[in-house]
């Protein structure tokens, strides 16, 4: 830990080497993502605030970078709850502007196979979602594609609303729900608790996809903390 103390040897601050707060990313309501750079220092080189690992608790103030180039300055605290309104339960971010493109693989169902006969020899619909994916944008600019079978349920109205708009609701991956989730759209709406993840950050905070990647976000965060959980 680093100790800031007065002249008769007194604690007044305690910071630890490794800042939690530095390097998260955070997202404003008007689309703005930005990360966290610095702490904020005084004339004397001081950091302004006292540092706590609760959050509620931390005072200190930070330089936040944003993408459009601007420098601002934020207390730690507006920085959690920043961050916690962004994320499901388990810290994974949530903030999904649109869905953008679709794509399948041979492992679709086709047209031709959308029904089978069940027991009394009726044609009913496959329901399969089975090589579908579904290309998102989300809010910082990155995409990424995700299975439809994990769209239809996170997102299912913004899932009907891309099919209808690009003409594919009556493919067979589909045509079994998308009916009736027009006719049930308010309810769905405001029965959905869950939204599709953005998987590669946690909390705010960027996680790894290799080990490679590891060592990248060590050498930019100056520590060995994804080293050190791998081993």
């Known amino acids: 830990m680093e100790d800031d103390v007065d002249f008769?040897?007194?604690?007044?601050?305690?910071?630890?080497l490794y800042d939690?707060?530095?390097?998260?990313?955070?997202?404003?309501?008007?689309?703005?993502?930005?990360k966290v750079a610095n702490r904020i220092v005084a004339p004397d080189g001081r950091a302004l605030g006292t540092y706590n690992d609760l959050p509620p608790l931390n005072t200190m103030m930070y330089e936040i970078e944003f993408d459009d180039g601007n420098v601002k300055e934020y207390g730690a605290t507006m920085i959690a709850e920043n961050v916690l309104t962004q994320v499901d339960d388990d810290?994974?971010?949530?903030?999904?502007?649109?869905?953008?493109?679709?794509?399948?693989?041979?492992?679709?169902?086709?047209?031709?196979?959308?029904?089978?006969a069940d027991r009394l020899g009726r044609q009913r619909p496959r329901k399969s979602t089975k090589g579908r994916?579904?290309?998102v944008l989300w809010n910082d600019g990155t995409q990424s594609w995700?299975?439809?079978?994990?769209?239809?349920?996170?997102?299912?109205?913004?899932?009907?609303?891309?099919?209808?708009?690009?003409?594919?609701?009556?493919e067979p991956a589909f045509?079994?729900?998308?009916?009736?989730?027009?006719?049930?759209?308010d309810v769905i709406i405001?029965?959905?608790?869950?939204r599709a993840r953005r998987t590669t950050h946690k909390y705010g905070v960027e996680l790894p996809n290799s080990v490679a990647h590891a060592k990248e976000l060590d050498a930019a965060t100056g520590n060995t903390m994804w080293m050190d959980a791998m081993k």
């Open 8 to 16: 008769c040897g007194r604690v007044l601050n305690q910071q630890p």
């Open 91 to 116: 810290g994974f971010s949530t903030s999904m502007k649109a869905i953008v493109d679709r794509m399948k693989d041979n492992d679709a169902i086709h047209k031709e196979d959308a029904c089978v």
């Open 20 to 34: 939690k707060m530095l390097n998260l990313e955070i997202e404003l309501e008007n689309g703005s993502i930005g």
């Open 133 to 135: 994916k579904l290309q």
């Open 175 to 185: 045509k079994w729900w998308v009916p009736y989730t027009l006719r049930k759209r």
């Open 190 to 194: 405001s029965a959905v608790k869950t």
């Open 146 to 170: 995700i299975d439809l079978m994990f769209l239809k349920e996170s997102s299912t109205v913004d899932v009907t609303e891309f099919a209808q708009a690009y003409g594919i609701d009556d």
